[in-house]
């Protein structure tokens, strides 16, 4: 693929994000040019151009505002010890008088805060990741904060599931042995907002029927309890994959937990890894497409092996058989199926194409996968001209259009995308060059929580929230 920017209006043409919400409904479809996108001198796109911040942490747009709800190392949770490092995705629920903030912890072995290890909560006693869990005022204010899992690795991303828990997903392989490491990991756990004692006993209880891989994030199709799951791995590239639960089985509170404490849990159900195709030839690597609207036929193939005892999952298939992808990150449920992000793709990790970001579509009533953008390769990301490149976590917003928090190099932006199509830069990371992570808002959409994840801040922004200027 050409590295040369595309133009915006030279893609597919304009489709209306409408009815988008944050209970993960409405369309992408205006998502369809790349991030080489930026307006016209004068002309007004988003929420208007960014005001630097005199504390040089976070540049917003005029009139919007924010607040440090927590900073790792500083901030004391529930009980006095630092809040740990490294926050990552978020999950927000609503609560009386203001918001529940399920947040991820991205800790391998050697970061300075880890998450401290608490009877009924810990998975592992040699690990150090894990999530904790921050109430907040209606106005964004940090009224307490609590651990809800421990004990895990590499806690990366999630998502909400239909029944308002939060899958919390390990990006990482390693075994017991490893790092001092107790137990094998990889692996997905179901934590609820509810409260601290909602969670002893039940949320270290890793749901091995989801597999055992380095695991990115998660959507939950409503109706039929079935499970989506990316991987964000290479050598070789990582898989698509699809669990879809046992006859009889119903989603629900405790239900995925209860699943996999039953006699043959850890098996329970099928997963299963997407094998893509065009006029019946193989797809090897969604790399493959370069025009947005590009759409692929699936095909489900079983996990021979889903606890990878002696072989990663993604190795145990022929790139013959089985459709790869680099760097596959974000994701959520809406239009009947699942939205998930590639964040980039290079030859030189043995992608067939380059690309700075594709966002897919995943219809399982056609069983089909559709491009619904592509960022082309920025060509310097160390400098702010409206070129983005390496989106992540992503979110719907509730005044249309999305928001994707972006991990790529150089300069970090949220990039938002109005319900016109239009890419914009809501907001510019001032302190340093580290990811944006998490981006969700509250329920009544008056606060958009973010974290910076080194050093470690969780942010609220409030201001003139509206539908985006087109």
Not at 88 to 98: E, H, K, L, S
Request: negative net charge; charged residues 15%.
């Amino acid at each position: 693929m050409s590295t040369a920017p595309l133009n915006r209006r030279g893609f597919l043409g304009r489709t209306a994000l409408t009815g988008l919400g944050v209970a993960l409904a409405g369309s992408v479809d205006a998502l369809v040019r790349p991030a080489f996108a930026s307006a016209a001198p004068g002309q007004a796109i988003g929420y208007g151009p960014l005001v630097p911040d005199p504390n040089r942490i976070l540049s917003l747009p005029v009139g919007f505002s924010y607040t440090v709800v927590s900073r790792s190392g500083e901030t004391q949770l529930d009980g006095g010890v630092p809040v740990p490092s490294d926050p990552d995705a978020i999950g927000v629920f609503a609560r009386p008088g203001g918001s529940t903030l399920v947040t991820n912890h991205e800790i391998g072995s050697d970061e300075p805060f880890g998450v401290p290890a608490l009877d009924g909560l810990t998975y592992d006693t040699g690990a150090r990741g894990g999530t904790t869990t921050t109430a907040v005022g209606a106005d964004g204010a940090r009224q307490g904060q609590y651990v809800s899992v421990a004990g895990t690795v590499n806690n990366c991303a999630g998502g909400i599931t239909p029944w308002r828990t939060w899958l919390t997903c390990e990006e990482t392989e390693a075994r017991a042995g490893e790092d001092g490491f107790l137990l094998d990991h990889g692996y997905v756990f179901e934590v609820d907002p509810a409260s601290q004692d909602a969670n002893r006993g039940k949320s270290p209880v890793p749901l091995k029927f989801l597999g055992r891989y380095a695991h990115e994030a998660v959507a939950v199709d409503p109706a039929a309890s079935t499970i989506y799951l990316t991987e964000d791995a290479s050598g070789p590239n990582g898989l698509y994959y699809r669990w879809t639960p046992p006859q009889g089985f119903r989603g629900g509170p405790n239900a995925l937990r209860e699943l996999a404490q039953s006699p043959g849990g850890d098996a329970a159900g099928a997963l299963q890894a997407m094998a893509c195709f065009q006029g019946g030839t193989h797809v090897p690597d969604l790399s493959q497409a370069t025009e947005p609207g590009t759409v692929y036929a699936v095909q489900w193939v079983g996990v021979p092996d889903r606890d990878a005892t002696s072989t990663s999952v993604r190795e145990q298939f022929g790139n013959d058989v089985v459709t790869r992808s680099r760097k596959l990150e974000g994701q959520w449920w809406g239009d009947g199926g699942a939205y998930f992000v590639a964040s980039y793709a290079r030859t030189s990790d043995g992608s067939v194409a380059e690309h700075d970001g594709q966002v897919w579509f995943y219809d399982p009533a056609k069983q089909t996968v559709t491009l619904k953008t592509l960022f082309g390769v920025n060509p310097d990301p160390s400098v702010d001209t409206g070129n983005y490149d390496g989106p992540d976590n992503i979110t719907v917003s509730p005044y249309g259009g999305v928001i994707l928090a972006e991990d790529g190099e150089g300069i970090s932006h949220l990039v938002g995308v109005t319900a016109e199509g239009e890419p914009f830069a809501m907001a510019r990371n001032e302190l340093n060059d580290s990811e944006f992570c998490g981006p969700a808002f509250s329920a009544d959409g008056k606060i958009l929580f973010v974290n910076i994840q080194s050093p470690g801040l969780t942010l609220a922004i409030t201001g003139p929230w509206h539908r985006p200027l087109p």
